[in-house]
């Protein structure tokens, strides 16, 4: 099933400058899994730069999955994903 995953501007750079990725997956944790793997960069500022991703910040055709089923929210073909992450801009800022 194909997917549309909506990139937020400010993590586009570690996304090969895309607005959206079109990704194979059958639940949201599969569209995680497959976009984490074609941009590694994305997940580094996602995760491992602040820790896990939360259910408030992936939608589902507009729906927080976390009113759904988490991150086995089923992800129907043609449906839209949306991360919505909080962080800045630039990964150095507020560094000495």
Known sequence: MSVVVSIPPSLRRYA???ATVKVK????????SELF???PGLEKRLVEER???TLSEIY???R????MD???TPTPDGAR???VAYVDDDPDAGAP
């Open 51 to 53: 820790g896990p991703l």
């Open 64 to 67: 927080e999955i976390g009113a």
């Open 81 to 83: 994903v949306d991360i």
């Open 16 to 18: 090969d400058k895309q």
């Open 60 to 62: 589902v055709d507009d």
């Open 25 to 32: 997956a059958d639940t949201v944790n599969g569209v995680v």
């Open 70 to 72: 988490g991150m086995d």
């Open 37 to 39: 793997g074609r941009y």
